[in-house]
């Protein structure tokens, strides 16, 4: 995979698997990083020919040809408008400046990119980013993210770790209902609350995204959570009562 995309406008001939005959005019074809090809001309939305993610692209003596197995796609120029290659970006909601280079931030599922130098820092898929709040003094945006509950914390991890603020609230704090050992905050794919004595005792469940409202009748916290309230044992039978009994 190419880091750029290439766009061609000109006079050509377009034939490919899905048309008997050839096609000329005036069209712009746009070669993209993953391989993908398409020709678009003057009129309608989509492409009149393309083909999605090509085995290979070759161009040779003014033609470009696409293959996939037994699909095809082969552009002949015979006069060109313009030629050039050009770097593109993720597209996201603008959050800040990068405070390595005073570019322009976006955040788009998951990652906050930058749109010059293209640092980036993942963060929760459910994490708010506090655009209206001071910057770390590291310079770059905090964010917050429900844990048990609310943090604030940086998004780059190595100057702010969630996993510590969440550890420094939670460690310890519930005791395992399997055996007589506290549950300590641990990063095991995801962050979650597990028994001290594993592997002797394998209890242990992910932390859900949301807040710590009561206490279940396990003897488990109850997270207020967008699907509403449930026992850190998801499991638990009696996770429904402790809900019903919250006024």
């Not at 880091?3 to 698997?17: F, P």
């Not at 930058?114 to 898929?125: E, H």
């Not at 905050?185 to 242990?204: K, M, Q, V």
């Amino acid at each position: 995979m190419h880091d750029e995309t290439r766009v061609l406008a000109g006079e050509c001939t377009v034939r490919d698997d899905t048309e008997p005959d050839d096609r000329r005019g005036d069209v712009i074809v746009v070669r993209k990083p993953d391989d993908t090809v398409l020709v678009h001309e003057g009129e309608g939305y989509q492409p009149v020919a393309w083909l999605t993610r090509a085995e290979t692209v070759t161009v040779a003596d003014g033609v470009l040809t696409a293959t996939d197995g037994d699909q095809f796609l082969r552009v002949e120029v015979h006069q060109t408008y313009g030629d050039d290659s050009y770097s593109l970006s993720e597209v996201g909601i603008p959050v800040g400046e990068c405070p390595d280079c005073d570019g322009r931030l976006v955040r788009d599922d998951g990652t906050v990119t930058c749109l010059d130098c293209r640092a980036a820092y993942g963060f929760p898929r459910d994490a708010t980013i506090l655009t209206e709040a001071a910057d770390c003094d590291c310079g770059c945006p905090r964010m917050r993210v429900r844990r048990g509950r609310a943090f604030e914390v940086c998004i780059d991890r190595e100057c702010e770790s969630l996993d510590k603020a969440v550890r420094g609230a939670f460690d310890r704090e519930w005791d395992c209902p399997n055996c007589d050992g506290d549950l300590r905050i641990l990063r095991r794919g995801g962050l979650l609350a597990g028994c001290e004595h594993y592997p002797d005792c394998e209890t242990g469940w992910g932390i859900p995204t949301g807040t710590v409202v009561d206490e279940c009748v396990c003897g488990l916290p109850v997270f207020e959570t967008a699907g509403g309230r449930r026992c850190l044992d998801s499991g638990c039978g009696e996770a429904g009562r402790a809900a019903a009994s919250q006024p």
